[in-house]
């Protein structure tokens, strides 16, 4: 189905080329002036000098050839030269009833369906989550959902970090612990245990003493920066533990995402790069790409028109140990083997735009992409707390994820409680729901670069642009729905019909604009503006809620007619809050 904006502009190129005008003019907007009109044409305008002639002419040309199109009820010529119009009723109602039984809402899919792989995990072994992996996995989560929508393939990676010198401190540890495991004894030779000899908690209780440890420990941290190159190279005994160590993580990972909504395909993470990583070094020697500088491997990328310094990357180390960049590089050539994607996209903190600014000139130098494989870094800015510093906890720290969850959910059930008589069962069952919404609404209502305050109180507030009064208006609906069902009332048959009211039209107005939001939602990589858009969606609903007798209405057919309207309006909101990744409660 043809986007609203492009119909309307199409019928009036072809007015422009009825009156003898060039048709490329007749691009019409939403109007600036809502007042005035619903949507405008300023074609005559840009016209005037080539054709010669004043534009109020120009627009008068073309008012009179669009008076006689059904498309509009008003159209209107205004000095110096604009084009006011206003979409007939009739015209409106039809549009809706399109709408409202097409696939998608009319919205088309992409003709040009790309695979993408999109890296939006981004968490370490052996250390909870917190709130740094708060946003990638929102925002992640919210563009991949997006461009599955739009039409296109999309893997989801984790990419957890496993791979550098916190296994090494884990294992330093454990052997420091637990020195006569069958791991630690290089006389062994049979199979090691399925199970592990540690549990999750364990980890996560060992990692920080082991970090805090190495740092006063020189010997320490010598060690363990040795067994994580063993490690790395590929000792059994090791390996094996590692293997311990993902499992656990990952169980708990499952656990933890899964409360987020969040979920990937590709449970991968930078050892499973590893592979590509000798041929790839050898490879950027061979062909001279890459070069010595001080013992260590570098690959220069900075380019002439570079307005910033662009320092060399690093591709090893003088001590011979691989580095990020290196992983990242592996990853991307292990994607192309795997997924041969056209597009990767990371959703990670924009601190790190030099990295992806190096590593993409580093494969794009070395052709490990193909030239027209997009590589595009979101970088997205910091969470503060409401002094406008990161966001910690009270005593400083950094704040789990798990603790923040639970903050926010218990905000929200006392928020359900004291808005009116709830069973308390139903109401923490909800308060996770809605707490949820808060918390990704808060999120994604900002654009991702930018930085944002975290205010828990605004964010579960039910009033105002925020999660809680979205999902409420869906539950509004929802109810008005039951209750015109449980009075055996069908809309069988009916349809929506031509607006009696600018309350009612407004609203139609607002649903058609649904297909072009997207497009630009998926174009952009930008959930704020679903976000932006339901707002606008939920506040004409309400208003028309407010002004409209519904379930009094004598008239059944135009009570039909209602119903479907706001079943389009619950139908469209749900698409996008599943958009964003969350869900609306039954009741509220
Ligand atoms: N684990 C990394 C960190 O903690 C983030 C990984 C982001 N993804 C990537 N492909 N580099 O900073």
Not at 49 to 75: C, E, Q, R
Not at 192 to 218: G, I, V
Not at 388 to 410: W, Y
Request: with cysteine.
């Amino acid at each position: 189905m043809q986007n609203l904006i492009d119909e309307i502009s199409s019928a009036v190129a072809t007015a422009f080329k009825e009156a003898g005008y060039d048709e490329t003019y007749g691009k019409v907007t939403v109007s600036n002036r809502p007042d005035l009109c619903e949507y405008q044409c300023n074609g005559a305008m840009a016209l005037a000098k080539i054709a010669g002639k004043a534009p109020f002419m120009i627009a008068d040309d073309i008012a009179a050839v669009l008076k006689n199109n059904t498309m509009f009820s008003k159209v209107e010529s205004v000095k110096p030269g604009f084009l006011n119009l206003d979409l007939s009723p009739e015209f409106m109602a039809e549009r809706m009833n399109k709408m409202a039984t097409t696939k998608d809402f009319g919205f088309e899919k992409t003709k040009n369906p790309k695979t993408i792989v999109i890296d939006y995990g981004g968490p370490n072994v052996a250390k909870p989550l917190h709130i740094g992996h708060l946003r990638p996995a929102i925002i992640g989560e919210s563009v991949k959902r997006i461009l599955r929508y739009a039409g296109h393939t999309v893997y989801g990676d984790i990419h957890i970090g496993d791979w550098g010198l916190p296994i090494g401190l884990l294992i330093t540890e454990l052997r420091r612990r637990k020195p006569d495991l069958p791991y630690f004894d290089e006389s062994y030779t049979g199979e090691y245990p399925k199970e592990p000899p540690f549990t999750l908690a364990d980890l996560e209780e060992m990692y920080p003493f082991a970090s805090a440890y190495s740092k006063e420990h020189e010997d320490y941290h010598k060690e363990a920066m040795e067994v994580t190159s063993q490690m790395q190279k590929g000792n059994r005994a090791y390996r094996a533990l590692l293997d311990h160590i993902l499992n656990l993580s990952f169980a708990d990972l499952k656990i933890n995402y899964g409360n987020l909504n969040v979920d990937f395909e590709l449970w991968l993470g930078e050892s499973n790069a590893q592979p590509y990583i000798p041929d790839m070094i050898k490879d950027l020697e061979d062909r001279h790409i890459a070069h010595e500088s001080d013992g260590a491997l570098v690959v220069d990328v900075a380019e002439e028109t570079d307005k910033r310094e662009m320092p060399p990357c690093l591709i090893r180390k003088s001590d011979g140990a691989a580095l990020y960049a290196t992983t990242d590089i592996g990853t991307i050539m292990m994607r192309v083997h795997d997924q041969n994607p056209d597009e990767i996209i990371y959703v990670v903190d924009k601190r790190q735009e030099l990295h992806f600014m190096q590593v993409f000139r580093v494969v794009r130098k070395a052709g490990y992409v193909k030239d027209d494989m997009k590589l595009v870094h979101i970088g997205f800015g910091t969470m503060n707390g409401k002094d406008g510093k990161p966001f910690k906890t009270r005593d400083g720290g950094v704040m789990r994820l798990s603790s923040l969850l639970k903050d926010i959910e218990d905000e929200m059930y006392n928020k359900i409680m004291d808005n009116g008589d709830k069973d308390e069962k139903e109401a923490r069952e909800n308060a996770k729901i809605v707490g949820l919404a808060a918390l990704k609404y808060g999120d994604l209502s900002n654009q991702a670069t930018k930085d944002y305050i975290f205010d828990i109180d605004r964010f579960t507030s039910f009033e105002g642009n925020t999660g809680p009064y979205l999902l409420y208006s869906i539950v509004r609906i929802k109810s008005i729905l039951a209750k015109y069902n449980a009075a055996g009332l069908s809309t069988e048959g009916k349809k929506i019909l031509p607006p009696a009211n600018k309350d009612e039209k407004d609203l139609m107005l607002k649903l058609s604009a649904f297909s072009t939001m997207m497009e630009g939602a998926a174009a952009e990589y930008a959930p704020h503006k679903i976000c932006a858009y339901i707002y606008e969606l939920a506040n004409v609903f309400n208003h028309f809620y407010h002004e409209t007798n519904i379930m009094s209405c004598e008239d059944k057919d135009k009570q039909a007619g209602y119903i479907l309207l706001l079943k389009l309006t619950k139908e469209v909101l749900e698409t996008c809050i599943d958009l964003l990744g969350f869900e609306a409660p039954e009741r509220m």
